[in-house]
């Protein structure tokens, strides 16, 4: 029996005149992360994209998996594709849902006539073929409020479609459409879950990580590398600089208020950020703040951070609190390696009594008692920049 995968459009759908460009970026993006499972055509008709192997052993299991976390799409199900005829139809939805229908004790029919030539209406499928059902399957009533299986046929352009419903996709646009930003991507929860709600809105990701050995170990970069790992089939190919930043937090221990330590640093954290980007031509930073979870990220902390930035910084969990974090970078995958007890850089020198509200003017004169501008740009020199690929075995 012949099998597809059908992929609905979600948000996509109703990007007016921009409606073509957002599909072509997916089916581009679908294109390249299933190339190494097989062989498939794309047909894109009436907010859906039918995906047909070309090989007769594709792993279906495989593919659905990597659809699921394909930016764009709304919901997908694999279907039997069926010629246009009632007969076939029933036959077909007999024996490919078969298994379904016999472990479950309610169903329901659901019809949708694309093809307005088809002679029968979506009420009239659905009752002969709901008849139908009950007379091969005595044990199932129906339910139309909430059935164990929806049974769907949809009579398209060429073909009919026979599945049992929608499993949910990943929502959101195509990664590629909204620009490119620049994460800085620490060892901890909250950097992978923006990264991932970035991503879903279209921004193509680089990562920045700064190192500092010997305070920090090669385990704690390789964690990082790993984080990269888990976002890639989410956020396609991911460019990872990783920054030497050992010389720069010496400096800052030796040179300034202990209790500005933090601040400080990730005002040269963003300044490093920012002049790779401009290089790179990326648009804006990305960081996993959050609004009141550590001393460095008060509201008072956070305007004396913006302050350094001549990009814009965007903040996608600022509003969410650490369960609602944790929720999704479980859902990601990427929850296991964030608690891994390699600490990067921020932990180093932390001050036992950090300032929770800084004043921006005082704040700007202890970073001006010391020249950090050398060491910036010998940071910036030796970064090491590294592809994450989406495709890793």
């Known amino acids: ?43 894109r008709s009436q907010s859906t994209v039918e995906v047909k192997p070309l090989d007769d052993d594709v792993d279906f299991d495989a593919v659905e998996e990597c659809i699921s976390k394909i930016f764009g799409i709304a919901a997908y199900c694999r279907a039997a594709v069926v010629e246009k005829d009632f007969e076939r139809i029933a036959e077909k939805t007999m024996e490919y849902v078969s298994e379904e229908l016999e472990n479950a004790r309610t169903f329901k029919v659901n019809a949708k006539r694309a093809d307005k030539q088809f002679p ?10 709901g008849g139908r059902v009950l007379k091969k399957f005595p044990h199932l009533t129906v339910d139309v409020n909430n059935p164990d299986v929806v049974v769907t046929v949809e009579v398209r352009r060429d073909f009919a479609y026979i599945h049992t419903g929608n499993r949910k996709g990943a929502g959101g646009i195509p990664v590629g459409t909204s620009g490119q930003a620049m994460l800085l991507l620490s060892g901890g929860i909250d950097s992978p879950v923006a990264a991932y709600m970035m991503a879903k809105r279209g921004v193509r990701l680089s990562a920045i990580h700064y190192v500092s050995p010997p ?3 090669d385990r704690a970069r390789q964690k990082v590398e790993r984080l990269c790992e888990k976002l890639t089939p989410w956020c396609g190919d991911i460019a990872f600089y990783c920054v030497p930043f050992t010389k720069i937090q010496e400096k800052l221990r030796d040179n300034c208020p202990e209790e500005l330590f933090t601040i400080l640093m990730r005002r040269l954290m963003m300044e490093i950020a920012q002049r790779i980007a401009e290089e790179k031509d990326i648009q804006a930073l990305v960081t996993g703040e959050s609004v009141g979870q550590v001393a460095s990220q008060t509201m008072n902390a956070i305007v004396c951070t913006d302050a350094a930035c001549r990009m814009p910084v965007f903040r996608p969990v600022i509003g969410m609190d650490k ?53 910036i740009k010998e940071a910036v020199e030796n970064t090491e920049l590294k592809v994450i690929r989406s495709d890793r075995a």
Not at 12 to 26: H, P, Q, T, V, W
Not at 120 to 129: D, Q, V, W
Not at 351 to 361: D, S, Y
Request: hydrophobic fraction near 35%; glycine fraction near 2%; charged fraction near 35%.
């Open 215 to 217: 305070y920090t170990s």
């Open 323 to 375: 369960t609602e974090i944790i929720e999704i970078a479980r859902r990601i995958d990427t929850f296991d390696i964030s608690i891994e007890p390699y600490e990067d850089c921020c932990t180093v020198f932390t001050p036992k009594h950090p300032k929770t509200r800084p004043i921006l003017a005082e704040v700007e004169a202890a970073q001006n008692v010391f020249d950090f501008e050398p060491y």
């Open 1 to 43: 029996m012949k099998e597809i995968i059908l992929l609905k459009e979600g948000e996509i759908a109703i990007k007016g005149l921009n409606k073509r460009s957002f599909e072509d970026a997916m089916v581009k993006n679908i294109r390249r992360r299933l190339k190494p499972m097989g062989k498939f055509e794309y047909e």
């Open 120 to 129: 029968m209406k979506s009420p009239e499928i659905c009752a002969e073929l």
